[in-house]
């Protein structure tokens, strides 16, 4: 099998999230090529190709499905995603996938976790989020930390805030702006995430933490979680590079002597700590 | 030691009972007086004695550029159909042997690359040794990989001492009974430049943080010629083109260069080697280090293509050295 083909897949939603942003749902023409692609860990990537455009890595954004459906969130904004904004159901897309390591769902178990997103980054957490909640007896505390730079681009946000009204999980909201047009839902602060993880209580011993955000915002989040007491391997984070292959061939995703493809996406900090740039 | 031996004034005949089994490609200086492999005419005699050929073998493996996928709209994509025939390659040193070992390792590793394992199957290597100038640095720090060959001529005296490195070399080699002698040879005399063994550089995460990098990267002109001529620089862009039918596409591999702003950009722009000195620290970490499956692996065979080519008379080899050393 060529780990470069892609197998065929259609688009069979199109959902605009907000001004930039898109949820597509693909479904795989080929059933037992379905199988493969569409069984993901949470935090693992796929590469999606739009013929006569180009290949771009994005992260899985739902749960992993046997019927081969495939949830992405994309942000319209490279050479491949801005022609995606013309996308409609029935366009044929190619998907090649799963690569790299997701979130450590395993050591996992018994944890109270804490999911921090910033922006785009609700995309990957939002996949881990689903996970945890399938299986919501396996987890201690559940908390979702999410900012987005104003109220407009908080994705997924009556989702989110339908899953709010359970009582099993946490789910606080922030933008760093207040916009002139909108009122804030319920729930949702004007604060940077950094300032909601000071003023969260939760058990060090037991906690650990998955983070997905723009660059800028990793050392800050790290230092914050090391300040009330998290330790380096109870840190996770999805690292964003360009895999332009995702076999660990091209050479454009190295962090260190490391490989984003087959190394990470997600990484635990104590194996970035040192690594000069790894973050931002 | 008994070996088998092949006089020098028998190369001719030798050349033409390779030709006879595949296009037949060797080291040649041309008009222009660069070295360069390029396919060896009935009648010319390769250019043994020059060291290093302006672009290493990874041509013939990875050509610049090269179509990976094809794609139409009522077939998808698919692999596109690579023509091969058998091709010789003659008189590659043991740097460039060990640098194809390397490729080879990337490409034929898990996951094989069908385009690579289609090229790389329908070549013959036959290496010969050579003497090191300055720039070569194969007897001084030469890669732990391997050289992979199917034959190689070892120079000595009136001819060359044949050995065989793979069971397409023991096959050829029966070809060539006509040509061959035994001679008795004195057991060391091994006069083949694969060099010593490096002793593995720091495995530590951590380089330390040396001024070097800032220094170095400031005479750096970020020209990317380095990478270029290096046998075992394999980055590669991949670019999608399509058909002006508006129904097909084409997917190309083209090589990239880590020395160039582009190469770690993400959508947006943003960039995670910014600085030069990030880039050029990144070089000396993919030669050095070996990145994700390679790591730990240095991939410089010492060929000094890069030294000579760079304009700034840059050496990342000291670099090497005092790391290794554990001075900062």
């Known amino acids: ?280 | 030691m008994s070996v088998h031996f092949i006089t020098a004034n028998r190369l001719p005949q030798l050349l033409h009972l390779l030709r006879q089994r595949g296009e037949l490609h060797a080291p040649l200086r041309g008009a222009d007086g660069v070295v360069r492999f390029a396919p060896l005419a009935a009648g010319t005699l390769p250019e043994l004695d020059a060291l290093r050929t302006l672009l290493p073998p990874k041509i013939y493996l990875l050509p610049p550029r090269e179509t990976i996928l094809t794609y139409r709209d009522d077939t998808n994509y698919q692999e596109p159909q690579v023509t091969t025939f058998p091709l010789i390659l003659f008189g590659l040193h043991p740097c460039d042997l060990a640098g194809i070992g390397y490729l080879d390792r990337i490409f034929l590793g898990e996951d094989p690359d069908p385009v690579y394992a289609a090229r790389r199957s329908s070549l013959t290597l036959i290496g010969t040794n050579c003497t090191p100038d300055q720039f070569c640095s194969c007897h001084l720090q030469p890669s732990p990989l391997s050289a992979s060959h199917d034959l190689f001529l070892q120079r000595i005296d009136d001819g060359f001492a044949v050995s065989s490195g793979s069971p397409g070399g023991d096959e050829l080699l029966e070809t060539l009974a006509e040509l061959i002698e035994e001679r008795e040879l004195a057991a060391d005399d091994t006069r083949r430049f694969f060099g010593s063994q490096l002793k593995q550089p720091p495995q530590s995460e951590l380089d330390p943080y040396l001024l070097d990098w800032q220094e170095l990267a400031g005479h750096c002109l970020g020209c990317g010629a380095c990478s270029i001529c290096c046998p075992t620089c394999y980055c590669f862009d991949v670019l999608e083109f399509g058909g002006l039918d508006g129904r097909s596409a084409e997917r190309l591999r083209h090589w990239d260069n880590c020395l160039f702003k582009s190469h770690a950009q993400v959508a947006g722009g943003a960039s995670f080697q910014k600085d030069r000195a990030q880039r050029f620290r990144y070089r000396y970490r993919h030669k050095y280090r070996g990145f994700g499956q390679l790591k730990g692996i240095p991939s410089c065979v010492g060929c000094g293509r890069c030294r000579e080519a760079c304009l700034a008379g840059l050496d990342l080899r000291p670099l090497a050295e005092r790391l290794e050393r554990g001075v900062s």
Request: proline residues 6%; hydrophobic residues 40%.
């Open chain 1, 1 to 280: 099998m060529n780990a470069n083909l892609p197998v065929a897949a259609t688009i069979t939603g199109v959902r605009s999230l907000t001004a930039d942003t898109t949820l597509f749902t693909l479904t795989c023409n080929d059933r037992a090529a379905a199988g493969k692609v569409a069984s993901f860990l949470p935090g693992q990537f796929l590469e999606l190709s739009l013929p006569g455009i180009g290949e771009i890595p994005v992260s899985y954004c739902g749960l992993p499905s046997a019927e081969g459906t495939i949830e992405l969130c994309i942000r319209h904004l490279g050479h491949v995603t801005s022609p995606l904004h013309r996308a409609t159901p029935g366009d044929a897309v190619g998907v090649r996938g799963p690569f790299g390591h997701g979130f450590p769902l395993d050591s996992y178990e018994n944890q109270d976790l804490l999911l921090i997103a910033g922006g785009l980054g609700m995309a990957p957490l939002r996949s881990l989020l689903l996970a945890l909640l399938e299986q919501r007896r396996r987890w201690g505390e559940l908390t979702l930390l999410y900012g987005a730079r104003e109220m407009g681009a908080l994705l997924f946000l009556e989702e989110l805030q339908q899953l709010a009204l359970r009582s099993d999980i946490t789910i606080q909201l922030a933008v760093d702006r207040r916009t002139h047009c909108l009122e804030g839902p319920p729930g949702c602060r004007v604060a940077l995430l950094p300032a909601l993880l000071e003023q969260l209580t939760i058990r060090v011993e037991r906690t650990c933490a998955a983070l997905c955000g723009p660059p800028v915002v990793y050392p800050y989040l790290v230092s914050g979680l090391k300040r009330i007491g998290l330790s380096d391997e109870r840190i996770h984070l999805s690292l964003e590079r360009h895999m332009k292959c995702g076999l660990g061939r091209c050479g454009h995703c190295a962090v260190g002597t490391l490989l984003c493809c087959c190394d990470g996406p997600v990484f635990s900090h104590a194996r970035l700590r040192g690594i000069e740039g790894a973050l931002a």
